[in-house]
T-cell receptor, first 111, second 116 residues
Protein backbone atom coordinates (compact mmCIF):
# COMPACT_ATOMS: atom_id res chain seq x y z
CA UNK A 1 0.00 0.00 0.00
CA UNK A 2 0.88 3.66 -0.13
CA UNK A 3 3.48 5.06 2.25
CA UNK A 4 4.09 8.79 2.69
CA UNK A 5 7.25 10.16 4.26
CA UNK A 6 7.43 13.77 5.44
CA UNK A 7 10.39 15.97 6.42
CA UNK A 8 11.33 17.78 8.52
CA UNK A 9 9.44 16.80 11.65
CA UNK A 10 9.98 20.26 13.13
CA UNK A 11 10.79 23.55 11.45
CA UNK A 12 11.53 26.84 13.16
CA UNK A 13 11.70 30.04 11.12
CA UNK A 14 11.69 33.77 11.75
CA UNK A 15 8.67 35.78 10.74
CA UNK A 16 8.99 36.78 7.09
CA UNK A 17 11.19 33.82 6.16
CA UNK A 18 10.10 31.05 3.83
CA UNK A 19 9.30 27.51 4.95
CA UNK A 20 9.51 24.36 2.86
CA UNK A 21 8.12 20.96 3.81
CA UNK A 22 8.80 17.91 1.67
CA UNK A 23 6.96 14.63 1.18
CA UNK A 24 7.62 11.50 -0.80
CA UNK A 25 5.14 8.81 -1.71
CA UNK A 26 5.55 5.24 -2.85
CA UNK A 27 2.50 4.35 -4.93
CA UNK A 28 2.67 5.59 -8.52
CA UNK A 29 -1.13 5.23 -8.73
CA UNK A 30 -1.57 8.14 -6.30
CA UNK A 31 -2.92 11.12 -8.18
CA UNK A 32 -4.15 13.58 -5.58
CA UNK A 33 -2.02 15.34 -2.96
CA UNK A 34 -3.61 17.64 -0.38
CA UNK A 35 -1.92 19.56 2.39
CA UNK A 36 -3.64 20.05 5.73
CA UNK A 37 -2.95 22.45 8.59
CA UNK A 38 -3.83 21.27 12.07
CA UNK A 39 -4.02 23.66 14.97
CA UNK A 40 -4.03 22.44 18.54
CA UNK A 41 -7.20 20.55 19.40
CA UNK A 42 -8.73 20.96 15.95
CA UNK A 43 -9.28 18.83 12.90
CA UNK A 44 -7.11 19.01 9.79
CA UNK A 45 -7.97 21.97 7.56
CA UNK A 46 -7.21 21.82 3.85
CA UNK A 47 -4.88 24.62 2.79
CA UNK A 48 -3.96 23.61 -0.74
CA UNK A 49 -4.04 20.56 -2.97
CA UNK A 50 -2.61 19.42 -6.28
CA UNK A 51 -3.61 16.81 -8.81
CA UNK A 52 -1.16 14.68 -10.71
CA UNK A 53 -1.78 16.43 -14.03
CA UNK A 54 -0.35 19.68 -12.61
CA UNK A 55 3.24 20.41 -11.62
CA UNK A 56 2.68 23.46 -9.48
CA UNK A 57 -0.14 25.36 -7.83
CA UNK A 58 -0.09 28.64 -5.93
CA UNK A 59 -2.52 30.38 -3.63
CA UNK A 60 -1.25 33.69 -2.28
CA UNK A 61 1.65 32.85 0.09
CA UNK A 62 1.27 29.11 -0.29
CA UNK A 63 2.47 26.95 -3.17
CA UNK A 64 2.77 23.25 -3.81
CA UNK A 65 5.02 21.52 -6.34
CA UNK A 66 4.78 17.95 -7.57
CA UNK A 67 7.42 15.81 -9.22
CA UNK A 68 5.69 12.63 -10.38
CA UNK A 69 8.86 11.05 -11.70
CA UNK A 70 10.62 11.34 -8.36
CA UNK A 71 7.37 10.79 -6.43
CA UNK A 72 7.76 13.81 -4.23
CA UNK A 73 5.79 16.95 -3.53
CA UNK A 74 6.54 20.01 -1.45
CA UNK A 75 4.74 22.81 0.36
CA UNK A 76 6.21 26.29 0.20
CA UNK A 77 5.07 29.07 2.51
CA UNK A 78 6.50 32.52 1.85
CA UNK A 79 6.51 35.55 4.14
CA UNK A 80 5.64 33.40 7.13
CA UNK A 81 3.59 34.89 9.95
CA UNK A 82 3.17 33.75 13.57
CA UNK A 83 -0.35 32.52 12.75
CA UNK A 84 1.20 30.03 10.32
CA UNK A 85 2.49 28.14 13.36
CA UNK A 86 0.77 24.74 13.38
CA UNK A 87 1.31 21.11 12.39
CA UNK A 88 1.22 20.54 8.65
CA UNK A 89 0.38 17.17 7.11
CA UNK A 90 0.81 16.06 3.55
CA UNK A 91 -1.33 13.25 2.18
CA UNK A 92 -1.67 11.12 -0.92
CA UNK A 93 -4.70 9.51 -2.45
CA UNK A 94 -5.85 7.61 -5.49
CA UNK A 95 -9.02 9.01 -6.94
CA UNK A 96 -9.83 11.13 -3.90
CA UNK A 97 -10.45 8.01 -1.83
CA UNK A 98 -8.72 7.22 1.46
CA UNK A 99 -5.99 9.65 2.40
CA UNK A 100 -2.61 8.33 3.49
CA UNK A 101 -0.99 10.96 5.67
CA UNK A 102 2.60 11.86 6.29
CA UNK A 103 3.96 12.05 9.83
CA UNK A 104 3.49 15.81 10.12
CA UNK A 105 5.74 18.85 10.43
CA UNK A 106 5.50 21.18 13.39
CA UNK A 107 6.14 24.69 12.08
CA UNK A 108 7.03 27.41 14.55
CA UNK A 109 7.20 30.98 13.29
CA UNK A 110 8.89 33.32 15.74
CA UNK A 111 8.08 37.05 15.69
CA UNK B 1 -19.77 27.84 5.19
CA UNK B 2 -20.95 24.23 5.64
CA UNK B 3 -18.85 22.12 7.95
CA UNK B 4 -18.59 18.63 9.38
CA UNK B 5 -19.64 18.44 13.01
CA UNK B 6 -18.85 15.76 15.59
CA UNK B 7 -20.19 14.88 19.01
CA UNK B 8 -19.12 14.54 21.69
CA UNK B 9 -15.94 16.58 21.65
CA UNK B 10 -14.54 14.47 24.49
CA UNK B 11 -15.48 11.00 25.73
CA UNK B 12 -14.03 9.13 28.69
CA UNK B 13 -14.94 5.47 29.04
CA UNK B 14 -13.91 2.36 30.90
CA UNK B 15 -12.11 -0.45 29.11
CA UNK B 16 -14.62 -2.95 27.72
CA UNK B 17 -17.43 -0.43 27.36
CA UNK B 18 -19.12 0.42 24.10
CA UNK B 19 -18.85 3.92 22.66
CA UNK B 20 -20.61 5.58 19.76
CA UNK B 21 -19.04 8.57 18.09
CA UNK B 22 -21.32 10.74 16.04
CA UNK B 23 -20.75 12.84 12.96
CA UNK B 24 -22.93 15.04 10.81
CA UNK B 25 -21.29 15.30 7.38
CA UNK B 26 -21.79 18.22 5.02
CA UNK B 27 -25.32 17.89 3.70
CA UNK B 28 -24.75 17.18 -0.02
CA UNK B 29 -21.76 14.92 0.50
CA UNK B 30 -22.09 11.22 -0.24
CA UNK B 31 -18.71 9.81 0.76
CA UNK B 32 -17.88 9.48 4.44
CA UNK B 33 -14.73 8.53 6.30
CA UNK B 34 -13.39 7.90 9.77
CA UNK B 35 -9.77 8.49 10.70
CA UNK B 36 -7.97 8.35 14.02
CA UNK B 37 -4.93 10.12 15.41
CA UNK B 38 -3.11 8.75 18.42
CA UNK B 39 -1.55 11.57 20.41
CA UNK B 40 1.51 12.96 18.66
CA UNK B 41 1.20 10.62 15.68
CA UNK B 42 -0.09 10.91 12.15
CA UNK B 43 -3.69 10.66 11.06
CA UNK B 44 -4.62 7.09 10.08
CA UNK B 45 -7.45 5.92 7.83
CA UNK B 46 -10.03 3.62 9.42
CA UNK B 47 -12.94 3.23 7.01
CA UNK B 48 -14.75 4.73 4.05
CA UNK B 49 -18.48 4.50 3.48
CA UNK B 50 -20.62 5.11 0.42
CA UNK B 51 -24.13 4.15 -0.61
CA UNK B 52 -24.83 2.61 2.79
CA UNK B 53 -21.93 0.22 2.74
CA UNK B 54 -18.26 0.10 3.61
CA UNK B 55 -16.14 0.71 0.52
CA UNK B 56 -12.75 0.26 2.14
CA UNK B 57 -11.36 -0.43 5.61
CA UNK B 58 -7.92 -0.58 7.16
CA UNK B 59 -6.34 -3.28 9.29
CA UNK B 60 -7.18 -1.18 12.33
CA UNK B 61 -10.90 -1.49 11.59
CA UNK B 62 -11.47 -4.95 13.06
CA UNK B 63 -14.64 -6.66 14.28
CA UNK B 64 -14.81 -4.33 17.27
CA UNK B 65 -15.58 -1.42 14.97
CA UNK B 66 -18.72 -0.72 12.98
CA UNK B 67 -20.14 2.23 11.10
CA UNK B 68 -23.69 3.20 10.34
CA UNK B 69 -25.69 5.92 8.66
CA UNK B 70 -28.87 5.59 10.71
CA UNK B 71 -30.67 8.44 9.01
CA UNK B 72 -30.14 11.02 6.29
CA UNK B 73 -27.79 13.17 8.32
CA UNK B 74 -25.78 11.21 10.90
CA UNK B 75 -22.79 8.93 10.42
CA UNK B 76 -21.64 6.94 13.45
CA UNK B 77 -18.61 4.94 14.52
CA UNK B 78 -19.19 2.30 17.18
CA UNK B 79 -16.48 0.58 19.17
CA UNK B 80 -18.06 -2.44 20.85
CA UNK B 81 -15.54 -3.22 23.58
CA UNK B 82 -13.01 -0.47 24.00
CA UNK B 83 -9.36 -1.15 24.70
CA UNK B 84 -6.73 1.13 26.18
CA UNK B 85 -5.10 1.43 22.76
CA UNK B 86 -8.31 2.85 21.28
CA UNK B 87 -7.53 6.10 23.07
CA UNK B 88 -7.11 8.63 20.27
CA UNK B 89 -8.68 11.54 18.47
CA UNK B 90 -11.27 10.31 15.97
CA UNK B 91 -12.01 12.43 12.93
CA UNK B 92 -14.95 12.17 10.60
CA UNK B 93 -14.61 13.46 7.04
CA UNK B 94 -16.90 13.78 4.06
CA UNK B 95 -16.59 14.71 0.40
CA UNK B 96 -18.65 15.47 -2.66
CA UNK B 97 -18.54 13.76 -6.01
CA UNK B 98 -20.70 13.87 -9.10
CA UNK B 99 -19.65 12.32 -12.39
CA UNK B 100 -16.08 13.33 -13.08
CA UNK B 101 -16.15 16.17 -10.57
CA UNK B 102 -14.60 15.33 -7.25
CA UNK B 103 -13.66 17.40 -4.24
CA UNK B 104 -11.40 16.87 -1.31
CA UNK B 105 -12.34 15.54 2.09
CA UNK B 106 -13.43 18.00 4.75
CA UNK B 107 -12.70 17.06 8.33
CA UNK B 108 -14.67 17.57 11.49
CA UNK B 109 -13.11 18.90 14.72
CA UNK B 110 -12.73 15.41 16.17
CA UNK B 111 -13.77 13.45 19.25
CA UNK B 112 -11.07 12.82 21.81
CA UNK B 113 -11.63 9.34 23.25
CA UNK B 114 -9.90 8.30 26.44
CA UNK B 115 -10.18 4.69 27.55
CA UNK B 116 -9.30 4.04 31.19
Amino acid sequence: GENVEQHPSTLSVQEGDSAVIKCTYSDSASNYFPWYKQELGKGPQLIIDIRSNVGEKKDQRIAVTLNKTAKHFSLHITETQPEDSAVYFCAASTGFQKLVFGTGTRLLVSP
Amino acid sequence: EPEVTQTPSHQVTQMGQEVILRCVPISNHLYFYWYRQILGQKVEFLVSFYNNEISEKSEIFDDQFSVERPDGSNFTLKIRSTKLEDSAMYFCASRWERGDRRETQYFGPGTRLLVL
